[in-house]
T-cell receptor, first 110, second 117 residues
Framework: EDQVTQSPEALRLQEGESSSLNCSYTVSGLRGLFWYRQDPGKGPEFLFTLYSAGEEKEKERLKATLTKKESFLHITAPKPEDSATYLCAVRVGGFQKLVFGTGTRLLVSP | GAGVSQSPRYKVAKRGQDVALRCDPISGHVSLFWYQQALGQGPEFLTYFQNEAQLDKSGLPSDRFFAERPEGSVSTLKIQRTQQEDSAVYLC???????????????FGPGTRLTVT
């Protein structure tokens, strides 16, 4: 069965304190790994897609990396506005169906 | 440009009532998805449309759930005889490409929060 596990469940950082979020997956044929950000009361907002081991993508203070078993979302010098839930998802099968993890709730304090 | 919109944003239903949730995808997007998100959980896949064809409904939890997209644009998710366990946020997403294509980002709407009392 396709599974996505995210850790930690929650993370509290001080502004400027860099850290990483983990997403480990077990799927029968990865066809894309996605990172989304979700703010309270809103739908997930697309951040990155990664396709193959070794691939990296960056956007402002965020950098996503991918290995054969897991992905990391690195947050460098975070700001309070980076506070949100970060969701990892994998595309499985022939259709574009996504299987999501339960997310990591990030709180960045000033 | 306009994103994915959903209505209503909030719906309270008494147990046993039928509800209909609407999704307006991004214009021109071929693929449309419905997900269910329980509190503190990630979204869970319900069903997938490519244009007007419902190609995957494997995630629909029971035959009380029904979705349609008759003209390949707007979609409606209908829940008959609602139960308390149906309480959740229902998310709609659309993407530009069709199934079988390279992985394509899905753009989500704000969701409809359904509360069954």
């Amino acid at each position: 069965e396709d599974q996505v596990t995210q850790s930690p469940e929650a993370l509290r950082l001080q502004e400027g304190e860099s850290s990483s979020l983990n997403c480990s997956y077990t799927v029968s044929g990865l066809r894309g790994l996605f990172w989304y950000r979700q703010d309270p009361g809103k739908g997930p907002e697309f951040l990155f897609t990664l396709y193959s081991a070794g691939e990296e993508k960056e956007k402002e203070r965020l950098k996503a990396t991918l290995t054969k078993k897991e992905s990391f979302l690195h947050i460098t010098a975070p700001k309070p506005e980076d506070s949100a839930t970060y969701l990892c998802a994998v595309r499985v099968g022939g259709f574009q169906k996504l299987v999501f993890g339960t997310g990591t709730r990030l709180l960045v304090s000033p | 440009g306009a994103g994915v919109s959903q209505s209503p944003r909030y719906k309270v239903a008494k147990r046993g009532q039928d509800v209909a949730l609407r999704c307006d995808p991004i214009s021109g997007h071929v693929s449309l998805f419905w997900y269910q998100q329980a509190l503190g959980q990630g979204p869970e896949f319900l069903t997938y449309f490519q244009n007007e064809a419902q190609l995957d409904k494997s995630g629909l939890p029971s035959d009380r759930f029904f979705a349609e997209r008759p003209e390949g644009s707007v979609s409606t998710l209908k829940i008959q005889r609602t139960q308390q366990e149906d309480s959740a946020v229902y998310l709609c997403a659309s993407s530009r490409l069709a199934s079988g294509s390279q992985a394509d980002e899905q753009y989500f709407g704000p969701g409809t929060r359904l509360t069954v009392t």
